[in-house]
């Protein structure tokens, strides 16, 4: 068994109010970046950090803003394409942001309306395309 994390979050959980439509979603805008469901269960899933499952009478739906980072600007605009057909809605269309030179992204809303975000911080080089974990 094997993990591949990233830098800072150890994992992010959401709440949904349907697993399997927020399972599409995720699945299908995810694709696009190279990044597929890691493990699921009985009204669960999760992939990579993303930790989903279903809300209830004591844990409503979440609403966060979330973002994954794409390889290029055509990823960003695979993933908001991917998105959209997905049951996602538009929240502000790939384009260039004034949050820092090179900084290209997307916003969608998923089905329970957190703001899911792609992202291209410009050109750059990475030491390692993930972290990985392997227990012992």
């Known amino acids: 068994m094997e993990f591949h994390t990233g830098r800072l979050i150890d994992h ?3 709440r949904a109010r349907n697993v399997a439509n927020s399972r599409y979603f995720y699945e299908t805008a995810l694709a696009v970046l190279g990044i597929g469901v890691t493990a ?16 209830d009478a004591r844990t409503p739906p979440t609403h966060v803003h979330l973002a994954f980072q794409a390889r ?20 502000g269309a790939p384009g260039e942001r004034h ?3 090179g900084y290209y992204a997307c916003f969608v809303l998923d089905p329970d309306g957190n703001n899911i975000e792609a992202v291209f911080h410009g050109p750059n080089t990475r030491s390692a395309p993930s972290v990985l974990i392997t227990p012992v």
């Open 12 to 14: 992010v959980h959401l």
């Open 40 to 55: 699921k269960g009985e009204g669960w899933f999760q992939i990579d950090e993303l930790f989903v499952d279903a809300a």
């Open 72 to 91: 290029d600007r055509d990823a960003v605009d695979a993933f908001y394409k991917a998105a959209l057909s997905a049951g996602g809605t538009d929240n």
């Open 99 to 101: 949050y820092h030179p």
